[in-house]
């Protein structure tokens, strides 16, 4: 029996050896995964296990805002470990990891370790953070520039995600500064992200500017463009300006130079280029015109890319290029083109000699952008009340009783012309509707076409629908000018508030684009 | 017309303003060498030929505005902003490649 004893005492004492190892074993794996995690805090949320339930939620069932905020608490408290560790000023310009983040455009002789300590000095602004403001700030934030600020007071919609790259499905309705910080600050956390979630005003203008290096004009009218430009040659900063629609874009680098407004060897601004404002008419935006998202993102990065240029060049730069406006067609061989621009306009109201935009008449209000820039002249073709028909109504007279003549009636006792153009017709058109493109209408040479030919046969009642009700009142005007009423016996009137109202009171399935 | 009475040129429109020129990009265009005033031809003389005998969309506002090019539209000489060659007394020259860009707001 003492034997048994004994043996069992000498196999718990083995075990206990064995298990005390075991847990000096565990102890120093802990400490390495420890280290590890703290050098490269970002690994984390990569490292999943699909067993694991919780990594799989992490990953992907987490919105990404709530998200990158547990991550940054994480990266907070790994911090404050270090922080007790090394106190020693650092051997190294560049922080360890942005050597291995930036190295691979460190190693560029148009880069190396000065331009990047440039960068990282640099505060940039971008107006706008949609089409072009996304890649723009996606790709400065990457190359590691120091501050980045944001202006924009939109909110995301799904129309925007086509294109607008820094947001996501599941931050519609978030305000575009703030999806826009949270894709960035998790590209790259190095980056100060500045929000200015407000519309740019001119009383608001040199305030928000004055702090930056150089700014990108990522906006969408020309209001804001002239506001813009004139803050920067205010402020004497270069200006990357681009834009888009359908599949162009264009892109200019304005007050490169910034010299003071009065010296002719500054870069022209954009009011040289442009001294006047195109009529309001003839501005087409992308919710109108339409948008490849290729193109307008092109675009963006180009705008990164000059941004980065100007930033990186030594400050002995010798020669900055001479001013030239590229043009991009994404249907066109060659895509590019590069043309050159005039110098500063030597009576240019903003960076001349004789300039009137000062500082004070930006703040004041005496500029007034809005009025500058025109806005379309409020509908001179606006139909009377009895020219136009709910859509609720309209839908009567598809199916039901005739509001104005009591008579029972259905689709056929009537014609609907469909005035979209023909690719949005095929997107979605009301059973039984025709489609007359607003273009053939208001292209028309002479009284007489085959559209006009078709309705002169019929004596029915025509209405006229168009996307939001405006199209279709002019084509209205112009039936009734064509004489297609019959002198007045003919009914022809639109439907108030086109297909937009179709679908908000009768048919709730009808696609929204 | 005969090769002599013209100037062969290549006009280009670009940002949309192909849609106002039935939709078509590129023209090679014999412009008449003199203007209705017998002075050789310049660029004000080709905006008002453009305008007359090859625009077909009636709107014509959307091209020229109080007897020039509106705003908004920039006009390139062989790649070069017309400010730079003169504006619209440049004089035509055989072989020249005009431009019409019209300036885009989107973004």
Known sequence: MAAVISSLRKQISTCEATLEDLRHQLAEAERIQRQQQKSVPQKRPLATDPASPLDHDMNFGVPDDFRSEIFAVLKQEAKAVEGTESEEPSRWPLEKNEYKRYGRQLIMPEVGLQGQLRLKKARILVVGVGGLGCPAAAYLVGAGVGTLGLVDDDVVEESNLHRQILHSTARVGMTKVQSAMVALNSLNPNVKLLPHISRLTPDTAISTFKDYDLVLDCTDTPTSRYLISDTCVLLRKTLVSASALRIDGQLMVLNNPPSPPGDTTGGPCYRCVFPKPPPPESVVSCGDGGILGPVVGVMGILQALEAIKVLTQTPAASSVDPPSLILFSAYSNPMFRSVRLRNRKAKCAACSAHATVTPEALESGSL?????????????????????????????????????????????????????????????????????????????????????????????????????????????????????????????????GGLRAWRQSVDVEFPEY | MSNDDTIPITIEFSGGLEILFSNQKKYNLPLPFKDESGEPANVAFLVRHLCDNVMEDPRKELFVLDGTVRPGILVLINEADWELEGEDKYEVQKGDHIMFVSTLHGG
């Open chain 1, 368 to 496: 007034d952008y809005v009025q500058f820039c025109g806005s379309v002249v409020s509908n001179n073709d606006a139909l009377l009340p009895d020219e136009r028909i709910s859509a609720q109504n309209y839908a009567h007279i598809r199916s039901g009783v005739n509001p104005f003549t009591g008579t029972v009636s259905s689709k056929d006792s009537h014609i609907l012309v469909d005035v979209r153009e023909k690719v949005q017709f095929e997107l979605c058109n009301i059973d039984g509707s025709v489609n007359v493109p607003f273009s053939t209408v208001s292209n028309m040479q002479g009284d007489e076409n085959d559209w006009v030919t078709q309705l002169r046969k019929s004596e029915k009642p025509i209405f006229v629908v168009c996307r939001l009700g405006n199209d279709s009142q002019v084509v209205v005007k112009k039936m009734k000018q064509l004489g297609l009423d019959a002198g007045g016996k003919r009914y022809i009137g639109d439907i108030r």
